[in-house]
T-cell receptor
Framework: DTEVTQTPKHLVMGMTNKKSLKCEQH?????MYWYKQKAKKPPELMFV???????INESVPSRFSPECPNSSLLNLHLHALQPEDSALYLC??????????????FGPGTRLTVL | GESVGLHLPTLSVQEGDNSIINCAYS??????FIWYKQESGKGPQFIID?????DKRQGQRVTVLLNKTVKHLSLQIAATQPGDSAVYFC????????????FGSGTRLLVRP
C-alpha cells in the first residue's frame, strides 16, 4: 500500500479566513512533505518533516504554518492568504533509510482557491 | 525537455507505438532519479526510479535509461495506451540533500486512438 490521503479535495477561502489542509499516511514513513504546484508547472517543495520535526522550510511565507502531530499526520494551516496562493497543494511521504534517498509517494492534492 | 512559459512540450504518439520521453538533469552530483506520471487533477504517481550505479532499469511496460556522461534520463513506454496520456516529470536528488527532489519541467504525452 503506497497511499497518501489528503483532505479536503477542494477548498475555497477568502483572504481573511483560516483553514487547514490535512494529510495522512499509514506506510510507516518518517518523512513527510508539503509541495505547492501551479498549473503546468512541476511541484515546488515547501516543507519537510523528518521524525515529526521540521527539517526544511523553503523560505515559505509565515501565512503557511505546517504541523506534524504524529508520524502519520501532517497539517498545513492557512491564514491571510493571497489570491496568488491559489494552487494544488500536495503532500508526500517517504521512508527514512539512512544513507540513501527513498521514493516520495504523493497524495491526490488539495485544490485551493483564494478569493 | 524544456518548456517556455506556460507551454509544456508535448509528445503525441499513436496507440500501440512505443513512447520515449527525455529529460536533461542538472547536477552531476545527483545519485537518484525518478519518473512520475501526473494525470489531470491528480497527484504525481510514482512510475519507476533508478540510482546512479545503474544505467538501465525495467518495470512493467516501462524502462528508464540513465546516461551520466551527458546527464540524460529517458523513460520508454512500450505499447502506449490511452491511459498513459498524462504529464510526465523526471526528478533528481543530490546525494547531500536526501529530501529535496529537483523536478524537470514536464512533458505532456498524448496518445492518439
Amino acid at each position: 500500500d503506497t497511499e497518501v490521503t489528503q483532505t479536503p479535495k477542494h477548498l475555497v477561502m477568502g483572504m481573511t479566513n483560516k483553514k487547514s489542509l490535512k494529510c495522512e499516511q499509514h506506510m510507516g514513513h518518517r518523512a513527510m512533505y508539503w509541495y505547492k504546484q501551479k498549473a503546468k508547472k512541476p511541484p515546488e517543495l515547501m516543507f519537510v518533516y523528518s521524525y515529526e520535526k521540521l527539517s526544511i522550510n523553503e523560505s515559505v511565507p509565515s501565512r503557511f504554518s505546517p504541523e506534524c502531530p504524529n508520524s502519520s499526520l501532517l497539517n498545513l494551516h492557512l491564514h491571510a492568504l493571497q489570491p496568488e496562493d491559489s494552487a494544488l497543494y500536495l503532500c508526500a511521504s517517504s521512508q527514512q533509510t539512512s544513507g540513501r534517498t527513498d521514493t516520495q509517494y504523493f497524495g491526490p492534492g488539495t485544490r485551493l482557491t483564494v478569493l | 525537455g524544456e518548456s517556455v512559459g506556460l507551454h509544456l512540450p508535448t509528445l503525441s504518439v499513436q496507440e500501440g507505438d512505443n513512447s520515449i520521453i527525455n529529460c536533461a538533469y542538472s547536477n552531476s552530483a545527483s545519485d537518484y532519479f525518478i519518473w512520475y506520471k501526473q494525470e489531470s487533477g491528480k497527484g504525481p504517481q510514482f512510475i519507476i526510479d533508478i540510482r546512479s550505479n545503474m544505467d538501465k532499469r525495467q518495470g512493467q511496460r516501462v524502462t528508464v535509461l540513465l546516461n551520466k556522461t551527458v546527464k540524460h534520463l529517458s523513460l520508454q513506454i512500450a505499447a502506449t495506451q490511452p491511459g498513459d496520456s498524462a504529464v510526465y516529470f523526471c526528478a533528481e536528488n543530490m546525494v547531500w540533500s536526501s529530501y529535496k527532489l529537483i523536478f524537470g519541467s514536464g512533458t505532456r504525452l498524448l496518445v492518439r486512438p
